[in-house]
């Protein structure tokens, strides 16, 4: 992704802490070092802020800091019996709650533990019956010379609805509320967060920063998000910093939307979130979630693979669903989708056009792009994506194995059915007419200026020396000569703008016998 494309040793902006546990931000270090303080004595410490991952790491940073902590996830419902459940799975629940609670207190206590830190997360969910008895689980911990420390963390509004629970307030010694970072923490945290991941130029200006402190409010798990959404959108451009344009399509992404705005769909291709690219280009043309995951772009560039020594044929026992090879098609665009996510109506949520019918290996090779073939091998239906073109032999990809097949065993066991995937222009059009806009029109004379070797024209709307180059272009590939940029002409472009992955297309020297070879990619 855009780890490398920005320097970044480690991926930025998943913890907020350093790798020897140390917090980011001095005030969240603070807090910390206070709530490991108040957990070394008896009794309920809180910890509340309207921003779960933040807690969820202040749980995950205490387990670190300490072996012996023991973390409860409340959500969506704790019980007491869930909660006695929890602490010792091997006691069954006992009519007696007393003797219940005493039966955790002897397991930790015959563990030659002295003490135990308790951390209960989003107690927003805890039962009435769940505080009551973790009063009792207090209560006898004291009775038994047993250090029991409590640390209950929750949303900001658990701080007064601990105040008011007679059962535990009266164990309670601390409780703090986590406050929003300030702008300058926000610009400190950033710089920290290039700093502890090896950049030395941050991606995200001041000016940035301080935009994303506004739309947050503070919140340190939105800006993580935020970043991480900004930082993608400037990869797929390929831009050394996040522009304001990318700021604004990552906040379109995860914040809400404001009543007269328009905003922009999100995109789930692949914990998280992902909005789609094209090429050097992000599209703002996205329309629905995939339902799962985002892709992580992987390199689609082919490996040649490395010839070893011939083995028995075993490709007619291969079983390859169309999910499948598309997930392998996907993967040469760039897209790790899962086998669920890789499906051709998705295509146009990362800037692709799907297409799928009937034609020749020869028309399909013509087109110089990877498809994917529908194969009758055996008595069932496979299927295979075509990543080598040769005059006797074809390279298929099945299983995560490069097969090497002859022209005559492929023209016998496939269909003729494919499904073929081709880029989009930024603004997400398979064409660009007079009517496009200047996005679309600047892209064009990009591209043309690269394919022909001419300087840019650095026009922003059609003109005749636009129309003259299309021309050029159509007539050097032997395309249809018409001047007008049409789906044909701009998969040949981009092709050869080597924008876009592609069959290799040879000339083979001898002609394989087609079932008794497999080359290991």
Not at 81 to 87: A, E, I, P, R, V
Request: a positive charge; proline letters at 5%; glycine letters at 4%.
């Amino acid at each position: 992704m855009y780890q490398s494309h920005f320097n970044f040793k480690n991926p930025p902006f998943r913890k907020i802490t350093r790798v020897t546990g140390d917090f980011l931000v001095p005030y969240h270090q603070d807090v910390f070092n206070l709530l490991k303080e108040k957990t070394q004595r008896a009794g309920i410490t809180g910890l509340f802020a309207d921003d779960a991952p933040l807690l969820g790491q202040f749980s995950d940073a205490l387990k670190s800091a300490s072996p012996g902590v023991l973390a409860i996830n409340a959500f969506p419902k704790l019980s007491a019996s869930s909660l006695l459940y929890k602490l010792n799975p091997g006691t069954k629940e006992s009519k007696n709650r007393l003797q219940a609670v005493d039966a955790v207190l002897r397991q930790w206590q015959e563990g030659k533990a002295k003490a135990k830190v308790l951390v209960i997360a989003h107690t927003e969910a805890m039962k009435d019956s769940c505080r009551e008895v973790l009063a009792m689980l207090l209560t006898r911990a004291q009775e038994l010379n047993f250090q029991l420390s409590v640390v209950l963390m929750g949303a900001a509004d658990q701080e007064a609805v601990l105040k008011q629970q007679p059962e535990l307030r009266e164990y309670t010694h601390t409780h703090h509320s986590l406050r929003p970072l300030t702008c300058r923490e926000f610009l400190s945290y950033v710089q920290a967060q290039c700093e502890e991941h090896g950049c030395e130029n941050a991606p995200l200006t001041p000016a940035r920063v301080r935009k994303m402190h506004a739309l947050t409010k503070g919140s340190i798990s939105r800006l993580n998000e935020l970043a991480h959404l900004s930082l993608l959108a400037a990869w797929t451009e390929r831009a050394g910093q996040v522009s304001p344009r990318h700021l604004r399509l990552a906040a379109g992404e995860i914040l809400p939307a404001k009543k007269h705005g328009k905003r922009l769909a999100t995109v789930g291709l692949f914990a998280s979130v992902l909005f789609a690219a094209c090429g050097w280009y992000l599209t703002s043309s996205i329309s629905a979630r995939l339902p799962v995951q985002l892709p992580v772009p992987v390199s689609w560039q082919h490996q040649t693979p490395k010839v070893q020594a011939p083995v028995v044929p075993v490709i007619d026992n291969e079983v390859v669903n169309q999910p499948d090879a598309m997930h392998q098609l996907y993967q040469m665009w760039g897209y790790d989708a899962s086998a669920d996510d890789a499906l051709c109506q998705n295509a146009a949520k990362v800037n692709l056009m799907c297409k799928q019918g009937n034609a020749s290996p020869d028309a399909l090779a013509q087109e110089g792009y990877p498809w994917v073939s529908e194969l009758k091998t055996g008595n069932h239906l496979n299927y295979a994506v075509v990543a080598r073109v040769g005059d006797n032999s074809l390279d298929l990809l099945m299983n995560n194995r490069t097969w090497q097949v002859s022209r005559r065993w492929f023209n016998q066991h496939a269909t003729g059915n494919y499904t073929q995937l081709h880029r989009l222009t930024p603004e997400g059009k398979d064409a660009i007419s007079a009517a496009s806009d200047a996005k679309d029109m600047g892209w064009l004379d990009q591209q043309l200026s690269v394919a022909l070797s001419q300087p840019e024209t650095h026009a922003q709307a059609w003109t005749a020396e636009l129309m003259k180059r299309t021309r050029e272009f159509q007539q050097q590939m032997h395309l249809h000569v018409d001047g007008i940029p049409g789906e044909d002409t701009l998969m040949q472009l981009m092709r050869e703008t080597h924008s876009t992955p592609s069959v290799l297309i040879q000339a083979s020297r001898s002609t394989p016998d087609a079932k008794k070879q497999e080359k290991h990619s």
